[in-house]
């Protein structure tokens, strides 16, 4: 059985502070995938990222960075110099080949505060 | 380029009544996905829907029931609502016909269901 665990259940920063977002992954699968959402208060999610499990290649995209790493399972999510308009519930999650369904994990408050 | 788009924003029922969501998935996408998400927790899928039948089903039970229509719009629907039906009710599309191993799910803005 696959499962996601996000163990940061909120987290406050400052602006411009920088902040990484934990995610750990369980799954028998050698080929899978992972993703990260965004949910802001108004409730519907982001996409923001999507990850084979063959493409450890780390990726920035902007103030977002994020780290893939088989060996200890983890697809971790950095924001530099955050803004109060990054507070959301962000969201790891993770799927299997050949289903494009989701398990996720319960997801990491982010409160940016001026 | 719509989005995916669900109705009602927000409904009020109560414990046996029962319920229908609808989602129209986003423009070009034919597969549609249902997620329950209570409150503080992350969304937990429900079933999946493509080319008209339910391809894939979560851990619940037969009270929940769905449809896919020739548009590839999709309706929800529980029977003899709990209290703990209380939830978010997220739709998600994508485009399964591609042939690619998988697709990335988009969401709609879902439906707050709250069940007195």
């Known amino acids: 059985a696959q499962k996601v665990t996000q163990a940061q259940t909120e987290i406050s920063v400052v602006e411009k502070e920088d902040v990484t977002l934990d995610c750990v992954y369980e799954?028998?699968?050698?080929?899978?995938?992972l993703f990260w959402y965004k949910q802001p208060p108004s409730g519907e999610l982001v996409f923001l990222i999507r990850?084979?499990?063959?493409?450890?290649q780390n990726e920035i995209s902007g103030r977002y960075s994020w780290n893939f790493q088989k060996s200890t399972s983890s697809f971790n999510f950095t924001i530099t110099a955050s803004q109060v308009v990054d507070s959301a519930v962000y969201f790891c999650?993770?799927?299997?080949?050949?289903?494009?369904?989701?398990?996720f994990g319960k997801g990491t408050m982010l409160l940016v505060s001026p | 380029d719509a989005g995916v788009t669900q109705s009602p924003t927000h409904l009020i029922k109560t414990r046996g009544q029962q319920v229908t969501l609808r989602c129209s998935p986003k423009?070009?996408?034919?597969?549609v996905s249902w997620y329950q998400q209570a409150l503080g927790q992350g969304p937990q899928f429900i079933f999946q829907y493509y080319e008209e039948e339910e391809r894939q089903r979560g851990n619940f039970p037969d009270r929940f029931s769905g449809h896919q229509f020739p548009n590839y719009s999709s309706e929800l629907n529980v029977n003899a609502l709990l209290l703990g039906d209380s939830a978010l009710y997220l739709c998600?599309?994508?485009?399964?016909?591609?042939?690619?191993?998988?697709?990335?799910?988009?969401f709609g803005p879902g439906t707050r269901l709250l069940v007195l």
């Open positions: 423009s070009g996408h034919d597969t």
């Open positions: 999650a993770l799927s299997e080949a050949g289903y494009s369904t989701l398990t």
């Open positions: 990850r084979n499990s063959f493409d450890e």
């Open positions: 998600a599309s994508s485009f399964e016909s591609s042939g690619r191993a998988w697709e990335t799910q988009y």
């Open positions: 799954t028998r699968d050698t080929t899978y995938y």
